[in-house]
């Protein structure tokens, strides 16, 4: 290619670099093809068409989001493969809580310098996110800014565009009294609320390969793990149930997430004894003096996401998440708010 400039690499940006990068991510992004997908990697703009078969009124659903601090743990384990999931489940997970079936992906890499073979671990992490997810990869931006980032440093964010028929939408506005809340079970504290859990536990270069009994391993093979992906199960369980609300168990935790599917005059009843909490939230507990409210406002505790769906379809339920891999269990109920009542109770 004679296209490269002498000046611009003086100045800390080398295109050469860019073009390698894209190269060595092209069997990645290959991975991720699905029939909708209509050119290949490098274009103005990534191509996809859908499919509307058996839909009435095809509805577009779109998510977008990024890593946040968890990148400071890569950087520091300097492992880069994985956190590319994280960044595909923050969007395809909030996806298809609207029942929509994520169709494509794309994403936003900026760096301080652009290493190509880091950049290729980063989108092959994207890719796996994206096989997990069932969409397309269809297009993405690598961006060096040097003076902006550190030279060792990067940021990941993107978006992905799911697909729904209109009246197959799941938006709460059938929730009731007497519904169950079902839980599915994370992989730990994906990727949210890292900037205390770093404060918590000093996180650093020394203690970042501890060893702790009660995780059975690594301070940064724990913190590290992938955000779960839930799509492909949720799809499942969408085959044979009908489900009143989902919700993402991000940021905010409890608190916040799931009063997004609860309507008004409702409210969830989350039995904390039955809540399965995951060992790193004992462990961030007893390290520190946060409050239990806290810690359900801030992390998922073991839930990563909560399905409000007819009692009378629980078993049923549980039954075809677990035959796809997922663990579920009822952690509560929706009641009738009383007056003054929070929308989401913890007892």
């Known amino acids: 290619m004679?296209?490269?400039?002498?000046?611009?690499?003086?100045?800390?940006?080398d295109v050469t670099a860019g073009y390698k990068a894209v190269e060595l991510m092209r069997a990645h992004v290959e991975r991720t093809r699905t029939a909708g997908v209509m050119d290949?990697?490098?274009?103005?703009?990534?191509?996809?068409?859908?499919?509307?078969?058996g839909m009435k009124e095809p509805v577009l659903v779109s998510g977008t989001d990024g890593v946040g601090t968890k990148l400071k743990i890569a950087f520091l384990l300097n492992?880069?493969?994985?956190?590319?999931?994280?960044?595909?489940?923050?969007?395809?997970?909030?996806?298809?809580?609207?029942?929509?079936?994520?169709?494509?992906?794309?994403?936003?890499?900026?760096?301080?310098?652009?290493?190509?073979?880091?950049?290729?671990?980063?989108?092959?992490?994207?890719?796996d996110g994206c096989v997990q997810a069932g969409c397309a990869l269809v297009g993405g931006e690598t961006a060096e800014m040097p003076g902006f980032y550190p030279i060792d440093e990067y940021d990941v964010?993107?978006?992905?565009?799911?697909?729904?028929?209109?009246?197959?939408?799941?938006?709460?506005?059938?929730?009731?009294?007497?519904?169950?809340?079902?839980?599915?079970?994370?992989?730990?504290?994906?990727?949210n609320g890292f900037s205390l859990v770093r404060h918590i536990m000093r996180v650093n270069e020394q203690n970042i390969r501890m060893h702790l009994d009660d995780l059975g391993k690594t301070i940064g093979e724990e913190l590290i793990t992938p955000t779960r992906i839930y799509v492909k199960s949720i799809l499942k369980l969408l085959e044979q149930c009908t489900p009143a609300g989902i919700a993402h168990i991000t940021g905010g935790g409890f608190y916040e997430n799931i009063p997004r599917v609860i309507p008004e005059g409702c409210a969830a009843r989350v039995e904390k004894a039955a809540v399965r909490?995951?060992?790193?939230?004992?462990?961030?507990?007893?390290?520190?003096?946060?409050?239990?409210?806290?810690?359900?406002?801030?992390?998922?505790?073991?839930?990563?996401?909560?399905?409000?769906?007819?009692?009378?379809?629980?078993?049923?339920?549980?039954?075809?998440?677990e035959a796809n891999g997922e663990t579920a269990y009822v952690i509560g109920e929706v009641v009738e708010r009383k007056e003054g009542a929070e929308v989401v109770e913890i007892c």
């Open 277 to 321: 909490v995951h060992p790193i939230f004992n462990v961030l507990r007893g390290m520190s003096r946060i409050s239990e409210h806290d810690m359900f406002n801030t992390f998922n505790m073991g839930v990563g996401m909560v399905v409000v769906l007819p009692a009378e379809q629980v078993d049923k339920a549980i039954t075809i998440l």
């Open 79 to 127: 492992k880069h493969d994985t956190i590319g999931i994280d960044c595909v489940a923050m969007c395809a997970n909030d996806v298809i809580c609207c029942g929509a079936q994520p169709l494509f992906f794309l994403d936003y890499i900026a760096l301080g310098k652009n290493k190509p073979e880091r950049v290729a671990e980063i989108v092959k992490g994207i890719a």
């Open 157 to 191: 964010a993107g978006f992905c565009v799911g697909m729904v028929d209109r009246e197959k939408i799941i938006d709460r506005s059938t929730v009731k009294p007497g519904h169950v809340l079902l839980g599915i079970a994370s992989s730990g504290l994906h990727s």
């Open 40 to 53: 290949s990697i490098g274009g103005f703009g990534g191509l996809y068409l859908p499919s509307f078969a």
């Open 2 to 13: 004679s296209s490269f400039s002498n000046s611009y690499r003086d100045a800390g940006v």
